[in-house]
């Protein structure tokens, strides 16, 4: 098997498409059925292609009807409306309701490509109206575009690096490509630029962050570093999104710094306490179901000294919540597993008993918001709160896990890039995470992000054939300066 | 604790599993996961007999290597199996036939052949090399009761084998406390026959490479149903030798339509699976002597039936019946030290899967 592309990067190529996720794939399919010649520029190895795609594992689609993989219909004002929530108002009406229109022929599109879709995964059932799960999960997707798109007649660069954009008064020409250890010009009529986020530069996340950004765990590919999108913004391209902003998880402490993905979530929060480096709780454990709430607790670690935290269960709710898959630290008393968890004995122990202390009487129930709770406690647990008294007891430690970043560049409706002087770009376009600030401005919502990426991949890939069809390729020197 | 670094692997790798799941619609193997916390030795051998090896979930991996989880159930769950099969082998010091299972099986069909030839050109004299013709020719070659004595005995040993390793594998990773209720051994059967789990859970398994395909489903199917067709033909040839039709019989006899047909769909099949097989990824599929062994095996005893079928109007048909005669018995003498017992053993992992499923809970623990 071929597990390199062979490819000459030498264009002018008609749509040159700046990274092999799910958007790119989707705009490389389209512009080459469009008729555009079409390359792409995949910055990961090939046993790594994909960006964030591969760790992903559903979209979400607005539909009619139930039709054996999704369970009932999911209309466009119920689309609506969830994002409307989850963004508190912090989205661009016109592009999130033809993100959500778009949607609508996914069931037809992607299985064209060579997509499969599955019911809903064990455990994730409260998303099998809305989302359609890929069979195999986001690599399985993604092996699929990559087939359909070199079946096409695309072509593939993995381990070409773009390191800079060579636009000039909102007009593209070439990029500046890393590949095989040496820098190349690559022209092109248009591109799409489909390159992700900036969410594994730590140097870059210190800027917004600080020092603590060094304790972040990066939950997605390596590869993405925002060149790309740094490059755009200092050509001039409109910045939307607030450059401070990430979607964090809490993960396991243990994970590793890149690519841990799915696996390294802990699930067991509502079921336990949660205390800092000092032994003492932070925040309301019980708030509300933790499909609502574990996008908080990356942050919410992320605010405590040293970023970390500590999750402690005792052995109840064991088999209640997903395995983890590091082993817990267990010991069999609160004082045993402090020590085990490097923290202080006497003050985690003092927080578990003032805890079990409050803890009022009530009907324990995960399946909805139970009047378990605590009383007199600051902060409270507001559900699910029962003394933690039956060994062995369980910790975790929690780190911050970045998902992605907000921060991108404005769209239209045409995908077409706007400039930060307020009009369109003559032939840069955008799709997936790099211009999904424009629908997302705050907030997370399952799914979502494929969902932008394959509305927008596709409108970018055909507008950019589109324009390449009747447009020359913009001659001239690649400035000495361009590689930063 | 696990009693091999194979069985660690494989408990290593499960506990990811477990906490990613999306694989699930692929197999059984995966859902068969996810009604466990912990994965104790006799399981994770149950759940090694499941898996088909169809590479799907090695292919659509994000833990794949080179990523530092080095997750590859595949392989893992293939040698898994390997040391299951030896583990159960009947009798026990025979396991180590399993080791160097090319060699072994290669050996013993060979000095199976030598010993026909030999002797039965040494016993049989001249009329070994005469053309033959007419009813009860081939007992000329090999007296009829030579012949039934040595495969009847041979073929009994074969299924006691197979059986004892059938129990051992049932009592350490089976259900335990069970048998197989009949809609146990109905789900079973129908998941076997249709090789359900080699579809992928869509387009096919990813072999002999990441592309999903029906190709080995099918293929395995032309070596499993021509097995059986001409295990079919045996039985029947037998019936009609039992009421005084001494074999060999016409083209149009039901026995040797029975037995080409069957024959026909071992060498479409046999080919079919070495082929892929020469060019499949080794990551989660490595090529390993067991599996070529056993096809060449079938191979040999499907062309050897065809040349005898063929030639036995000759004078050759005598050494040719006596090759064929003595693959046939290779191969009935290596049945339970060799790829055959994944069938079985398959088989009754199948049937573990129907019984847990019929009581599993609807759904997994939530998850956020």
Redesign the interface.
Known sequence: ?KRTGNTDLSGPWDVLVLGGGNAGLCAAITARQTGATVLVLESAPR??RGGNS??T?NLRTMHPRADGILTGPYLEDEFWDDLWRVTGGKTNEALARLTIRGSADFGEWMPRHGV?F??P?????HLGRTNA?F??????LV?AYY?AAEALGAKVAYGAEVMDLDVRDGEFSAAVVSFRGAIESVPARAVVAASGGFEANIPWLKESWGEVAENFIVRGTPYNQGRVLRALLDRGAKQVGDARQCHA?AVDGRA?KF?G???T?V?CVPFGVVVNQNGERFYDEGEDF??K??AIWGRLVAQQPGQIGYVIIDSKP????????F?PVVAGSIRELAVALRLDPQAVEATVSSFNASVRPGAFD??SLDDCRTQGLQPPKSHWAVAIDRPPYHGYSLRPGITFTYLGVGVDDRARILMADGGPSANLFAAGEIMAGNILGQGYLAGLGMTIGTVFGRIAGREAAMLAARRPVAVREVASDGIH | MASTDWVKEAERVMTICNACRYCEGHCAVFPAMELRLSFPEQDLRYLANLCHGCGSCFHHCQYAPPHEFNVNVPRVFDAVRRETYARHAWPAFLAPLFDRNALATGIATAFSCVVFVVAGTALAGPPALRAHLGPGAFYEVVPHGVMVVLFGLSFAYSILALAMACRAFWRESGEPGHRPSLAAHGRASWDSARLRYLDGGGDGCTYPDERPSMSRRWFHHFTFYGFLLCFAATCVAALYDWFGRPAPYPWWSPPVVLGSAGGIGLLVGTIGLLALKAKSDEAPNPRMGMDVSFLLLLLLTSATGFLVLFFRATPAMGILLLVHLGVVMGLFLTLPYGKFIHGLFRYAALARYAIERAKAPAAGPPEG
């Open positions: 098997m046993d790594f591969r760790h594992r499969r599955q019911p995964l064990g455990g994730t059932l799960f069979l195999g999960g986001g690599k399985a092996n087939r998880v590793p690519d993905g799915i696996v979530r699930d933790w499909p709430r574990y064991l088999g209640r919540f997903m395995p983890t898959v082993p995960p399946a």
